[in-house]
């Protein structure tokens, strides 16, 4: 893929995103894996209201080649993700309350789906039988640090479609925009599932299925 087809899908699907309420004031970050390396937007920019300028281009390794916006220090993780998981072409990386929530809500080192229908809008699953396990880290400032523990932690337990940081947000990958977009409105769908049914039923019998 191109930059600029990348950058152009970028925009689309950050408006998109913008629109559901999953990026406000100025969070999250995107970025695409491309042929000639990556491209992310940069710091400080409305998601809903992303241009050409509003990215960095990055070669093979990380290095700016194009884009004089400042770099989110979070571009470290989204290297990290497209790193870990070969197939991943886009990470989306959103603050929803539902994600944020859920993710402190939620004392343990995943969140354990098990019973949606909707599970199988994930690439994989194709039972609502299926457990979807999601890891959750622990928020950290030093992004460094956090890339370590994802990186850690998918040696033992393989990432597959998403992680969550605790009382942050979630970064989802995708082969390409169409299943990263599904990927995330998939569970943002289970996460507001999951939290109303904590809400109903109580959050001791609620956790960790
Ligand atoms: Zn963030």
Redesign the pocket.
């Known amino acids: 893929m191109h930059n600029n087809t990348a950058i152009s899908e970028l925009i689309a699907a950050g408006k998109w995103a913008s629109q559901r309420g999953w990026v406000p004031a100025t969070?999250?970050?995107f970025s695409a894996r491309t042929e000639s390396g990556f491209v992310v937007t940069a710091s400080g920019f409305d998601k809903g209201q992303l241009g050409s300028h509003t990215f960095i281009e990055l070669d093979h390794v990380g290095n700016r080649t194009r884009g004089a916006g400042r770099p989110s220090a979070?571009t470290e993780l989204h290297l990290s993700m497209y790193k870990l998981i070969p197939s991943a072409n886009f990470v989306l990386?959103t603050?929803s309350v539902a994600a944020t929530v859920l993710s402190r809500v939620i004392k343990g080192h995943s969140l354990n789906l098990q019973g949606y229908e909707m599970q199988k809008s994930l690439a994989g699953v194709s039972s609502h039988l299926d457990t979807l396990s999601i890891p959750i880290f622990d928020n950290h400032q030093d992004i460094d640090h956090l890339s370590l523990l994802v990186s850690d932690h998918h040696l033992h337990t393989p990432i597959e479609h998403a992680v969550l940081?605790r009382g942050?947000?979630l970064y989802v990958v995708g082969r390409n925009s169409k299943e990263v977009m599904r990927h995330l409105e998939g569970l943002e769908f289970l996460f507001s599932c999951e939290l109303e049914r904590l809400k109903l039923e109580g959050i001791q019998a609620g956790v960790n299925p």
């Open positions: 969070g999250g970050n979070e990386h603050h940081i942050h947000g």
